[in-house]
């Protein structure tokens, strides 16, 4: 047991100290840095004796040798133009193997919002004080051994600022593309997204692979939205089927700002997200939804944590999850309302669909009290497709697996109808469709 | 084009119809009317294929081929319809999606052309008139939210869509208001022609004022108790249901519960 963990541990510290050499920094990510893997050297990675960690085994991810490597990737704007939208065909900010490719990058309409990599943020007069007040701030690498490691291994990223009272009517993307060139690539994505008051954006998070090597992606997202800011955010996971992905997305929300998630997860061959909001001013509301597809050998799980820490918030969650032949999904929603948090309005519901006898879901929601003058809810459910439903299909002339598969689209599609992107909803129906092998088209 | 002959049917092992004889020509409009539990609905859920009833006895011959050899989706394709008295709500389809999705098939099916979005669009909209629909109910999800009075309309807005041989209305005038009722009957009279026929299932003689029935059958113990024009219905309207169950039992038509 103990040279087992030991083994991947020196591997990472090997990698860490050649970083440190090849990407000198200042002193405080420098201390950051370090700190870091101290924690992830005691840490480890997680274990199922870890009760967050329960339903997720990491042991195979823990003994493959992922690396990250310190050459980049030669990839042409071929490589990664399929990856955008319409929308965003000319705000999409390219991250290879988690480094920030600005060659790759398409930014002639960012509409007012900056965009940098967040090492030269890092150095750069204008934005260390932001980034030094926020980063490492919401995604905690003290308790949690995989953001400390990706902590540890800062060296790039994305910082992206929504100036005060910027209002943008166009999306930005961030890609993180996994080249796929060589296999054990370990990668180490960091987004830093500070919304300023008063501004408004659309920010799409979009995980995509290029080859089918397996590969190790663990990110961490901090989303700051500032009083009277609104944000909608929309995470696309579609790595590929070997794929390890690990995330971690922080946010926190000022006085009377909203912000909007949802998260859809097709993609990898064992996905772990975790999301956190944090309610800490009056008057804030969050919307956190989410779909998974899995299907066979893929697993995925959500943890969520929304801490209304102060009153009159609202939160309001929707998770959706499909699952065929083999796969497993796991579900743990936390909500806490704190004391003092009265007027706090906050409902959570998770349902799962079960196509196949093999699939498995292990779903917990959970809702923490301590306030008085609340409304609270939450739910779960897992089960089939409606019989009922099915026939009026069927008396309609709807063949049953036709119908089938137009009623899980129907239940993906009460998650995929909430993104504000129609071209993603469209690539989302389709996605969703294929997966279904279906012969359904769009109408 | 349609012949019950001596139909029996039960639900969890429970005999619900116990010889059903029922003769239907093309442009015929038969009502079966009946009190609660005597099969009425089990004849149209029968008719339409549903699962949870299992035919004991008996066959149905629907233009010359046995029904009852035929999954659900096979009868709708060959032109049965039954208009569901409390109509499936689909969340995430689209009116206009499931409803493209069934006319397609059904056209597959007879080897007819298939029609594209903006064509189907077309079309719709046309027989949406006939219920006097607006548009924004195809962009909704089936029957998402639709008050019962929607429900009833989507209900034969897809009949009119799919064009049946025969529709079976099962209770459809059931939650309707007096303004409803007339939209939903007016529509249904639009469908009726010398081509198709029609069997209206209905517990009150109400809807019968609308749609005006060839032949009026009752229904009492899961058989056919009485049978004549329309002014049965009439009669029924005037004396209840009571005169007929006993008229049945003292002849001893029915047979004893089990």
């Given at each position: 047991m103990v040279t087992e963990l030991a083994k991947p541990e020196n591997k990472y510290q090997q990698a860490f100290r050649a970083l440190k050499e090849v990407k000198p920094t200042v002193a405080w990510v420098e201390l950051v840095r370090e700190s870091a893997m101290d924690r992830f050297e005691l840490l480890g990675f997680p274990t199922v004796h870890d009760e967050e960690w329960k339903y997720t085994n990491l042991a195979s991810l823990a003994k493959e040798d992922f690396l990250p490597l310190a050459q980049q990737s030669e990839l042409t704007s071929a490589d990664v133009a399929?990856?955008?939208?319409p929308e965003t065909s000319a705000s999409n900010v390219v991250l290879v193997d988690g480094l920030l490719r600005t060659d790759l990058?398409?930014?002639?309409?960012?509409?007012?919002i900056v965009v940098v990599d967040l090492f030269d943020a890092i150095a750069d007069a204008r934005y260390s004080k932001l980034v030094r007040n926020y980063l490492a701030r919401n995604a905690n690498y003290h308790d949690k051994g995989l953001t400390a490691l990706n902590t540890a291994f800062l060296q790039s990223g994305v910082f992206v600022l929504i100036p005060k009272n910027v209002k943008s009517e166009s999306p930005l993307q961030i890609t993180c593309v996994?080249?796929?060139?060589?296999?054990g690539r370990a990668s180490f994505p960091r987004l830093l997204i500070v919304a300023e008051e008063n501004s408004s954006a659309q920010l799409v998070e979009s995980y995509v692979s290029l080859g089918n090597q397996a590969y190790f992606t663990n990110v961490v997202v901090e989303v700051v939205v500032q009083d009277g800011a609104r944000l909608e955010h929309t995470r696309l996971q579609q790595e590929n089927a070997q794929a390890f992905q690990v995330a971690s997305t922080s946010v926190e929300l000022g006085r009377g700002s909203s912000y909007n998630s949802t998260a859809i997860n097709l993609g990898a061959k064992l996905a772990r997200h975790d999301i956190s909001v944090v309610m800490?001013?009056?008057?804030a509301e969050c919307w956190v939804d989410g779909l998974y597809v899995v299907g066979e050998n893929q697993h995925t799980d959500t943890h969520s944590v929304i801490d209304h820490?102060?009153?009159?918030c609202n939160s309001h969650q929707l998770y959706k999850g499909i699952l065929d032949a083999n796969g497993r999904a796991v579900f743990n929603g936390k909500v806490f309302v704190r004391e003092?948090?009265?007027?706090t309005d906050a409902l959570q519901t998770n349902k799962n669909l079960l196509l196949s006898p093999q699939a498995r879901v292990d779903t917990k929601p959970q809702l923490e009290i301590y306030a008085d003058d609340v409304k609270c809810a939450h739910g779960a459910a897992i089960g089939q497709l409606d019989q009922d439903q099915l026939f009026y299909l069927e008396a309609r002339g709807i063949n049953p697996e036709l119908g089938k598969s137009l009623l899980t689209y129907g239940f993906a599609e009460e998650v995929i109808e909430?993104?504000?992107i129609e071209s993603i909803r469209t690539e989302l129906d389709k996605a969703v469709m294929s997966r279904l092998h279906t012969r359904l088209e769009q109408s | 084009m349609l012949e019950i002959r001596n139909l029996h049917a039960a639900i969890d092992g429970k005999e619900i119809l116990r010889g059903i004889n029922l003769t239907v020509k093309k442009g015929e409009v038969h009502a079966i009317m009946g009190p609660n539990g005597s099969g009425k609905s089990t004849l149209a859920k029968v008719l339409a294929g549903?699962?949870?009833?299992?035919?004991?006895a008996g066959e149905v011959i629907f233009e010359g081929r046995n029904?009852?050899?035929?999954?659900p989706d096979v009868r709708a394709r060959e032109g049965i319809f039954m208009a569901f008295q409390y109509p499936i709500e689909v969340p995430g389809v689209s009116n206009a999606q499931f409803l493209r999705l069934a006319y397609n098939e059904k056209q597959k099916h007879l080897g007819r052309e298939e029609l594209d979005p903006l064509e189907f669009k077309d079309l719709l909209k046309e027989r949406a008139k006939v219920v006097e629909m607006e548009a924004s109910f195809m962009t909704?999800?089936?029957?998402?939210?639709?008050s019962g009075g929607e429900k009833k309309r989507n209900e034969i807005l897809q009949m009119a869509v799919l064009e049946p041989k025969l529709a079976v209305l099962d209770e459809?005038?059931?939650?309707?208001d007096i303004d409803a009722l007339r939209v939903v009957a007016g529509g249904v009279n639009q469908l009726q022609g010398p081509e198709n026929a029609m069997i209206v299932v209905t517990h009150?003689?109400?809807l019968l004022n609308y749609i005006v029935p060839d032949f009026v059958h009752v229904l009492a113990n899961g058989r056919i108790a009485r049978e004549g024009g329309k002014e049965l219905a009439l009669e029924l309207e005037e004396k209840g249901y009571d005169w007929i169950k006993t008229e049945n039992q003292g002849s001893g038509a029915v047979a004893p519960a089990n």
């Open positions: 399929g990856f955008s939208f990058s398409q930014t002639k309409n960012l509409a007012g996994a080249s796929g060139a060589e296999a800490n001013h009056e008057g820490q102060q009153a009159y003092g948090a009265q007027k909430k993104i504000g | 549903h699962p949870d009833y299992v035919v004991t029904l009852l050899e035929m999954a909704r999800s089936v029957n998402e939210g639709f459809t005038d059931s939650g309707l009150y003689q109400r």
